[in-house]
């Protein structure tokens, strides 16, 4: 069994990957929520459908998010009634966010919705949210407090960011899955997939019991790095690194990651950090521009896993050895 921790894209990209080098039922993907929020009344969870679309052969690979085969015929009559399209919702992207909002409200669970439209858009491995508890990814910027996705989407990320909030992380449980899985004897290793680490992965480990069981989990922890010479793939990462006083690097973000990793995988054009970082690093070639890269880097990424099963790292972590 492999837990992929994922936001959105890069996520994706890498847990797709995974899904195609591994038994696909074998794999589980834990999902941040802290970007989910209700838009024309509709409740959109746009990091778990990035990475449902992805896994079902259904996404817009040229538009990073959403689907392929879309249509927008919703979106112009909306614009021409004079309502909000800031965030655009295509035609057939709308019914999965009516059929969520519908149970939702009917009072089913958000896990258990996403695992029935899942399973009915023939995807393989599980895809859980973190939790189904609420939780809201906030920032401080230049011009106040803003929801993430009147940042990312509506201000296109330009507001300068000073701090993040997790609104509801406090309260949230995570979701059983996911904490009885880290306790699986099953359990072969954690990826902590390229994902922003503030506003993708950090929600997840703000959930109480998160952070604990993944330090207690016997399985050793490997993260991807979202960072390749400085710059990120794609997305806001760096420069809300360089905004919060950070050096945006490969290893500024092992270190926010430090407590928990056993292994870290780098980019070859970030060789110079490997003396920086406290985790077993392995080089390899990080941007996944075609369905080749995906799997070359999901395997890698299994690999570096082995090694450090067999070399026992959580074990020597653990008595202070490492």
């Given amino acids: ?51 449902a679309y992805t896994l079902a052969g259904l996404a817009n690979r040229e538009l990073g998010w959403g689907r392929h085969d879309e249509t927008w015929s919703f979106m112009a009559t909306m614009e021409a009634l004079g309502g909000q399209t800031w965030f ?16 939702l409200k009917a009072g089913e669970t958000l896990s258990a919705v996403t695992a029935d439209l899942c399973r009915r858009m023939g995807v393989g491995p599980a895809v859980v949210p973190m939790t189904d508890d609420p939780v809201r990814t ?6 106040g407090w803003l929801d993430f996705q009147e940042y990312f989407v509506h201000r296109r990320c330009e507001p300068v960011v000073s701090q993040l909030q997790f609104q509801g992380a406090g309260a949230a449980r995570p979701h059983p899955a996911f904490i009885a899985a880290l306790a699986d004897p099953a359990l072969e290793a954690v990826v902590i997939c390229p994902s922003n680490p503030f506003i993708s992965v950090e929600p997840i480990l703000a959930i109480p019991g998160v952070r604990d069981a993944l330090i ?11 960072i390749i ?12 690194m360089t905004e919060l006083g950070l050096d945006p690097s490969a290893g500024t973000v092992a270190q926010r990651y430090a407590e928990l990793l056993d292994g870290y995988v780098i980019d070859h054009a970030d060789m110079a950090e490997v003396v920086s970082i406290d985790a077993k690093v392995t080089l390899a070639r990080t941007l996944m ?22 070399r026992e790292l959580r074990g020597l972590r653990h008595s202070g050895l490492r």
């Fill in 1 to 51: 069994m492999i837990i992929a921790l994922s936001g959105g894209v890069g996520g994706a990209k890498l847990a797709l990957g995974l899904s195609r080098v591994m038994p696909a039922e074998d794999l589980l993907v834990v999902v941040n929520t802290g970007d989910d929020f209700e838009h024309l009344g509709l409740s959109i969870s746009p990091d778990i459908d990035t990475v």
């Fill in 88 to 103: 655009r919702l295509g035609d057939r992207d709308m019914a999965l966010h009516i059929e969520r909002t519908r149970r």
């Fill in 138 to 143: 906030r920032l401080l910027t230049d011009l």
């Fill in 216 to 226: 207690g989990c016997n399985a050793p922890i490997i993260a991807v790095s979202p």
């Fill in 229 to 240: 010479a400085g710059r990120a793939v794609k997305g806001p990462t760096a420069k809300m």
């Fill in 289 to 310: 521009t075609t369905l080749e890269d995906r799997e070359a880097l999901a395997r890698i990424v299994l690999d570096a896993a082995k090694v450090l099963r067999r």
